[in-house]
């Protein structure tokens, strides 16, 4: 089966501007995460979806990040204005119902200066 | 709470030595664990999992790790280390009510010598 696909891969922006990630999950799986990895550290949750509903957006900075997921299947992650300290890789990750591993994407490692 | 604390930031083993990346949990309950691994600019694996049966879990790339509840540990090993083993590896105690909420240990950079 396909894996999680991610785009872009790499981006590189000037900080206050905005950026926009993409991700498509697994087909069929019903559960969707966005993390954030900052260089050196463990993976963050930022926001976990089940179907196109948020099920956990506790971590996420609202001021300047947002999420959707359109009809439960691919999901986009916007950051605006971007600060130098979003710097990070950011990851997304599906899972089946029926299971309790979660599939990586390869990530977009993002570059703010 | 929940948490993992992954004893060692960084390992460094000689090829063909043995690996040992070392994990402590923190559960209220019975716990599933997992480990983790990152290759650079890549996503992360899935190396193998504990969910409460067999105690001694085997899985990919010759890896394995005991889950011991007396010492609340859940190292992972492997008999001999090959160059292709180096990468980041992470420890995960996932929160089976509810969300299914992955809680990732700090990670371990396990570098391989010649």
């Known amino acids: 089966e396909a894996g999680v696909a991610q785009s872009p891969r790499y981006k590189i922006i000037e900080k206050r501007q905005s950026v926009a990630f993409w991700c498509n999950p697994i087909s069929g799986h019903a559960t969707l995460y966005w993390y954030q990895q900052i260089l050196g550290q463990g993976p963050k949750l930022l926001i976990q979806?089940?179907?196109?509903?948020?099920?956990?957006d506790s971590q996420l900075p609202k001021d300047r990040f947002s999420a959707e997921r359109l009809k439960g299947v691919d999901s986009t992650l916007k950051i605006q204005p971007a600060k130098l300290e979003d710097s990070a890789v950011y990851l997304c990750?599906?899972?089946?119902?029926?299971?309790?591993?979660?599939?990586f994407g390869p990530g977009t490692r993002l570059t703010v200066t | 709470a929940q948490s993992v604390t992954q004893l060692d930031s960084h390992v460094s083993v000689s090829e063909g030595t043995p690996v040992l990346l070392r994990c402590n949990y923190s559960s209220s309950y019975s716990p599933s664990l997992f480990w983790y691994v990152q290759h650079p600019n890549k996503g992360l694996q899935l190396l193998l999992k504990y969910t409460s049966a067999a105690t001694l879990v085997k899985g990919i790339n010759g890896f394995e790790a005991e889950f011991k509840k007396s010492e609340t540990s859940f190292h992972l090993t492997k008999p001999s280390a090959h160059m292709s083993d180096a990468a980041e590896y992470f420890c995960v105690v996932i929160l089976t009510s509810g969300t299914y909420k992955y809680i990732f240990g700090t990670g371990t950079r396990l570098k391989v010598l010649a």
């Open positions: 979806f089940q179907n196109n509903g948020v099920v956990d």
């Open positions: 990750a599906s899972r089946p119902n029926d299971r309790y591993e979660q599939y």
